[in-house]
């Protein structure tokens, strides 16, 4: 995979430390970018999750864009609605795509926020676990940076690790399952290059081990 440097992102600036959308990550000892687009996300893309819902669940995502080219800006201008969709012929196949992720994980493991936790973003699509329907409402999506089939790096599964040693801290979190696993007739993601035994083995914790997933 080609690698390009990854330039700034002028038109979704970094939001200040005291706007009300952060939500307390900022405790994980690792730098967290938020952004935010240049308008309000429309409904489709994201909102308020449930009064009383609680958030027991990650799915793990993959994603770059072009497919298997990294370092860009590009995969951030999807999810502040920033992406030029002439900018690369690949871009017209998703322009009609509606998502959001609550979090993004580069390669070289900085982690950007682009949804609160306390809202719902549109990452899972239709979906199930555990018999239950609509994974949206009860889930906290994070992308890392890749392909179906790269090994992700190490530095994503130690940011990975510690983004959901927080969620434990602060959210009823209990499962973790691949967008593959909650989707299996339409997703692959992330795929034969994410291996389970490196994300659980990160910082040697024995929070991971408490959570369910199926393959483990």
Same mark, same amino acid.
């Given at each position: 995979?080609?690698?390009?440097? !990854?330039?700034?992102?002028?038109?979704?600036?970094?939001?200040?430390?005291?706007?009300?959308?952060?939500?307390?990550?900022?405790?994980?000892?690792?730098?967290?970018?938020?952004?935010?687009?240049?308008?309000?996300?429309?409904?489709?893309?994201?909102?308020?999750?449930?009064?009383?819902?609680?958030?027991?669940?990650?799915?793990?995502?993959?994603?770059?864009?072009?497919?298997?080219?990294?370092?860009?800006?590009?995969?951030?201008?999807?999810?502040?609605?920033?992406?030029?969709?002439?900018?690369?012929?690949?871009?017209?196949?998703? =322009?009609?795509?509606?998502?959001?992720?609550?979090?993004?994980? =580069? =390669?070289?493991? !900085?982690?950007? *926020?682009?949804?609160?936790?306390?809202?719902?973003?549109?990452?899972?699509?239709?979906?199930?676990?555990?018999?239950?329907?609509?994974?949206?409402?009860?889930?906290?999506?994070?992308?890392?940076?890749?392909?179906?089939?790269?090994?992700?790096?190490?530095? *994503?599964?130690?940011?990975? !690790?510690?983004?959901?040693?927080?969620?434990?801290?602060?959210?009823?979190?209990?499962?973790?399952?691949?967008?593959?696993?909650?989707?299996?007739?339409?997703?692959?993601?992330?795929?034969?290059?994410?291996?389970?035994?490196?994300?659980?083995?990160?910082?040697?914790?024995?929070?991971? *081990?408490?959570?369910?997933?199926?393959?483990?």
């Amino acid at each position: 995979s080609s690698v390009a440097p !990854a330039p700034t992102l002028a038109s979704a600036p970094v939001a200040q430390l005291n706007d009300p959308r952060i939500d307390m990550i900022l405790d994980m000892e690792l730098p967290l970018t938020v952004r935010f687009g240049r308008r309000e996300l429309p409904l489709k893309e994201l909102t308020s999750l449930a009064p009383g819902a609680v958030i027991d669940l990650v799915v793990i995502h993959s994603i770059s864009l072009p497919p298997g080219q990294y370092g860009g800006p590009q995969v951030e201008a999807l999810f502040t609605n920033t992406l030029d969709w002439d900018a690369h012929p690949y871009f017209q196949q998703i =322009r009609d795509l509606r998502v959001s992720a609550h979090f993004l994980i =580069r =390669r070289d493991g !900085a982690l950007i *926020q682009f949804v609160s936790i306390h809202d719902r973003a549109w990452h899972a699509g239709v979906s199930q676990w555990r018999g239950r329907s609509r994974c949206n409402d009860f889930s906290v999506g994070v992308e890392l940076e890749g392909t179906d089939t790269d090994p992700f790096t190490l530095p *994503q599964y130690d940011t990975l !690790a510690k983004l959901t040693q927080t969620l434990q801290r602060n959210a009823a979190l209990t499962d973790v399952a691949a967008h593959s696993d909650v989707a299996p007739s339409r997703k692959t993601d992330p795929g034969v290059g994410f291996d389970w035994r490196s994300y659980r083995s990160e910082e040697h914790t024995s929070e991971l *081990q408490s959570l369910r997933h199926l393959v483990c």
